[in-house]
């Protein structure tokens, strides 16, 4: 598929688009943006170097996640260095709701668990792409170019995630999908109080 038709489908999954007011806030609090972009980088790494070590009997996750960890890496280290560029230093900010939200419905134990687990990466992976390109036209080239840069990939772990799930699962996903995308889109388009790069509608909008 070309990117266009990546997006689409990307948000044809995700249960909302990102409000205005998210965007706006986003470009007033550039260094934030970047900050918690870095942190989400790392985050994305790290959930798939814990699934490497949990599920080292599934081939293709070994695989696919292995791959990605390489991927979030790299990302992670282009965003400290156009950080580094613009003398932001890269320090510690509290996590959003976000992923902790999604997380507290995960079923625990076992293969449900697993699956659960494929289904937030998917949702994750899909809601950065769809930031990245509502983000993009508004930025100064040289974030516009990087963001842009970052679609594809972002939305082919998407897609992989969503492949395991579904393909670990001894019936279809449909529902869980459907649960999953209730509960982001609550946390999307309901006030938050801190911005960050996942974080609902600003609470002051």
């Known amino acids: 598929m070309n990117l266009d038709e990546v997006l689409a489908e990307i948000n044809e999954f995700l249960g909302c688009a ?32 814990n699934l490497l070590y949990k599920h080292i009997d599934r081939e293709d996750l070994l ?11 790299l990302h992670f280290e282009q965003v400290v260095n156009i950080m580094k560029e613009r003398g932001i230093g890269y320090r510690h900010v509290s996590s959003s709701r976000y992923a902790s939200g999604l997380r507290e419905a995960v079923r625990k134990g076992g293969v449900h668990e697993l699956i659960d687990v494929l289904i937030i990466g998917a ?32 939305g082919r772990h998407y ?11 001894d019936e279809p996903i449909t529902e869980r999908v459907a649960f999953f995308q209730q509960l982001e ?15 609902g509608v600003p609470s002051a909008a």
């Open 159 to 169: 897609c992989d995630y969503l492949t395991l799930a579904q393909q670990y699962s």
């Open 123 to 154: 949702f994750i992976e899909a809601r950065s792409c769809e930031r990245f390109a509502k983000l993009a036209p508004y930025l100064d080239q040289q974030l516009e170019k990087f963001y842009r840069s970052l679609l594809r990939s972002e």
């Open 18 to 49: 990102t409000p205005d007011a998210w965007v706006t806030e986003a470009l007033k609090q550039q260094d934030i943006l970047l900050i918690d972009h870095a942190n989400c980088e790392k985050k994305a790494a790290t959930t798939a170097m």
């Open 185 to 199: 889109r609550e946390l999307i388009e309901s006030p938050d109080e801190e911005f960050r790069f996942h974080s």
């Open 63 to 73: 695989k696919k996640m292995s791959q990605l960890a390489r991927e979030e890496l």
